[in-house]
């Protein structure tokens, strides 16, 4: 099969970027013909910034005819059986479904977040979730300023997300949507999406690092330092532990020098900032973690952490909410605490420190989800089912045309 891959890249590598890469190797290892049509949102650093480069900068975002006859050269010289988009935010823009649709191609797309449903992308507002946008509510985002905290540039995302609702793209322009959990898939449903378009598929980890053999003495937090992630309560949990054992921190990001701060003032609490590190040094610390901590107060879409601990056999100890509630089983691949309550996080720390050998079957059970759900291959069978279901959803309309 001749595939396109559509993604935009972000300014910081992230989640999306790996989970892209991963899946187009994937389908290149299976024989496929991959061709890959990507940009990147570091392009807007080479970009003057004048009122009229931005301008021109929030018209492309909204619309990109540059992008869109790119886009048909490409079409028209390769003519792929399917393209699969990933991401067109920013330097893309939605403008390329329509050069797919007018040459009659199944487009499938992966909902990595909730982009098309918030500004944001991530139904958080102001220390919490917000679904306020759902109900073609788009202008509350800008009252609150929800993207980068600009006005300006939030009425840019509102203004892409309006415009292609009335156009239709979503509903004309996409054959198939992938959620990756059915959380998300009922929230794009109650948002007025078409549930017969809307299927799941997790994502994946691979290459597998195998099951752990050694088990570290560090607990472990792996995500970006933003305010959502939930950090702060991991530290206010582990101040209440009294360094039970340390706590290793990797990622970085706005919150990090507070962070540091509130550590430092706490020294018993043996907390180790280990920054930002390539993804192998950052699958190896997983790996030798007793558990991992994912305190996230926002809904996540699906936290590779999590499925990499699961691949690792390290147990995880997640916000019952969400995606996560859903990943992680309760008591049997890991534990969930209350939301943004530091008091039940060290209370659930605290038990999984003086229970090894649940906790150690915690990990196993985790590894054996990995091996069901998160392998290469069983994501390949997943996908090779969805590409089918488009392009004989394809077949079956240009019947009926005809």
């Excluded at 100890?317 to 089983?329: D, N, P, Q, T």
Aim: glycine letters at 6%; hydrophobic letters at 40%; proline letters at 5%.
């Amino acid at each position: 099969m001749k595939l396109v891959l559509v993604h935009n890249t972000y300014q910081q590598a992230g989640g999306e970027d790996v989970v892209f890469a991963q899946e187009c190797r994937n389908l290149q290892q299976a024989g496929h013909n991959v061709v890959v049509y990507c940009r990147s949102n570091s392009e807007i650093e080479n970009l003057e910034t004048g009122p009229l480069d931005r301008i021109a900068l929030a018209k492309n975002a909204i619309w990109s005819s540059s992008a869109r006859r790119d886009f048909e050269v490409l079409l028209a010289r390769e003519t792929p059986d399917l393209v699969h988009v990933h991401n067109t935010f920013v330097m893309i823009s939605p403008s390329i479904y329509s050069a797919c649709r007018d040459r009659g191609i199944p487009v499938v797309q992966t909902l990595h977040n909730f982009r098309l449903l918030c500004p944001a992308a991530s139904l958080y507002r102001d220390g919490g979730i917000c679904e306020d946008c759902l109900d073609d509510r788009l202008w509350n985002s800008v009252r609150h300023r929800c993207y980068r905290g600009s006005r300006t540039a939030t009425t840019t995302v509102a203004l892409m997300l309006a415009t292609h609702k009335i156009l239709g793209t979503w509903r004309e322009s996409v054959d198939t949507f992938i959620a990756l959990t059915a959380f998300s898939r009922d929230k794009f449903i109650a948002a007025g999406f078409d549930e017969k378009k809307i299927t799941v598929k997790p994502n994946f980890v691979d290459p597998d690092p195998g099951p752990r053999t050694n088990v570290g003495d560090y607990a472990l937090f792996a995500g970006r330092l933003s305010e959502e992630k939930g950090a702060s309560i991991f530290l206010a949990a582990w101040r209440r532990l009294l360094s039970r054992c340390p706590a290793h921190i990797i990622g970085d990001g706005p919150e990090r020098t507070k962070l540091e701060t509130q550590a430092h003032r706490h020294p018993h609490s043996a907390i180790l900032f280990r920054g930002r590190l390539p993804r192998e040094e950052t699958v190896a610390a997983v790996k030798g973690a007793r558990l991992l901590i994912v305190p996230s107060i926002c809904y996540e879409s699906f936290p590779m952490a999590i499925a990499e601990a699961m691949a690792c056999g390290t147990p995880v100890i997640c916000s019952r909410l969400g995606a996560m509630k859903e990943i992680v089983e309760d008591h049997i691949t890991g534990l969930h605490f209350a939301p943004g309550d530091p008091d039940d996080l060290a209370q659930k720390i605290d038990w999984a420190l003086n229970h090894p050998v649940q906790l150690a079957e915690m990990g196993r059970a985790a590894r054996r989800q990995y091996e069901t759900h998160y392998t290469a291959e069983r994501n390949y069978s997943i996908l090779m089912k969805i590409y089918e279901q488009a392009l004989n959803r394809t077949v079956s309309c240009v019947a009926l045309a005809n």
